[in-house]
């Protein structure tokens, strides 16, 4: 089970990237309601869109992204049939990435 | 005792690096993803002036940039889920940052270009209450900057 989908498609030569991350997101600032204790942040803190051995676009997140993070990004350079990777890496170690045709 | 302690360290801190190295060997990792790290200082910041510059290196204030487009919502009835886009149609962008002024921590997310990067970036952010939502894009040789407020019906960063 991944954490995460990802969809890619190019259009007039741009190639539109989405990705949906499952992730608590969380702040490091919210306190359980029931013990009062802090929750521990917990956030994803780096995605990298990755194609043809090149990292197109970075995106650094703090835990003011939501829950369940949205990323679109696009980029010059890919073509339909190529493959797309999004890597994602969270303050706690935790890491995940998922592969899509560019469409 | 001590000599012991450190060689433990020791041992762990190489066989750490042996991994790293490992993996850029067998190209798991490209070397620009080892060496992009995640701005601390940036992210921490409490201020906008202290984004701009930890993340910028900007001193000062960004001058405002009709060619920054800001896609927000005017009234974000949940700040749980603020959807911003930002689009900017300039050349030799470096840096998008979308950065919630009035949050504790104002940095949410920077989109960094690598070859072939358009300069759009869209996610969704929390925002504990009304607040501008500042775009600032670094270029080569300057630092730009939009905004667009958004009034907040129910914060999204309470518990």
């Not at chain 1, 954490?3 to 306190?31: C, F, N, Y």
């Not at chain 1, 969270?90 to 995940?96: A, I, M, P, Y």
């Not at chain 2, 690096?17 to 790290?37: C, D, F, I, N």
Request: with cysteine; net charge positive.
């Amino acid at each position: 089970m991944s954490s995460m989908k990802v969809k890619a498609k190019e259009k007039d030569g741009i190639v539109e990237v989405k990705a949906l991350i499952k992730h608590p997101m969380e702040t490091g600032l919210r306190k359980d309601k029931k013990t009062g204790k802090p929750i521990p942040a917990h956030f994803v803190q780096q995605v990298v869109v990755e194609h043809g051995g090149k990292n197109r676009v970075t995106a650094d997140w703090s835990g003011g992204v939501s829950k369940n993070p949205l990323l679109f990004v696009k980029f010059k350079g890919g073509a339909k049939g190529d493959m797309v990777k999004v890597a994602w890496t969270d303050n706690q170690g935790g890491t995940d990435s998922a592969e899509a045709e560019i469409k | 005792m001590q000599t012991d302690t450190k060689r433990r360290v020791f041992l762990k801190r190489s066989a750490a690096s042996g991994a790293v190295a490992v993996a850029v060997g067998a190209g798991l990792l490209t070397p620009q993803m080892v060496l992009a790290e995640w701005n601390k200082a940036a992210f921490e910041s409490k201020s906008v002036e202290d984004v701009a510059k930890n993340l910028m290196g900007l001193e000062g204030a960004a001058e405002e940039s009709a060619d920054i487009n800001i896609k927000a919502p005017d009234i974000a009835e949940n700040g749980a889920v603020v959807p911003i886009t930002v689009d900017v149609s300039m050349d030799g962008v470096e840096t998008i940052a979308i950065i919630a002024k009035e949050n504790p921590s104002p940095l949410a997310a920077a989109f960094t270009m690598g070859e072939g990067g358009v300069p759009f970036g869209r996610t969704n952010i929390k925002m504990g209450k009304t607040s501008d939502v500042i775009a600032m894009v670094k270029t080569a040789d300057k630092t730009y900057m939009a905004k667009k407020e958004v009034k907040v019906t129910i914060g999204g960063c309470g518990g």
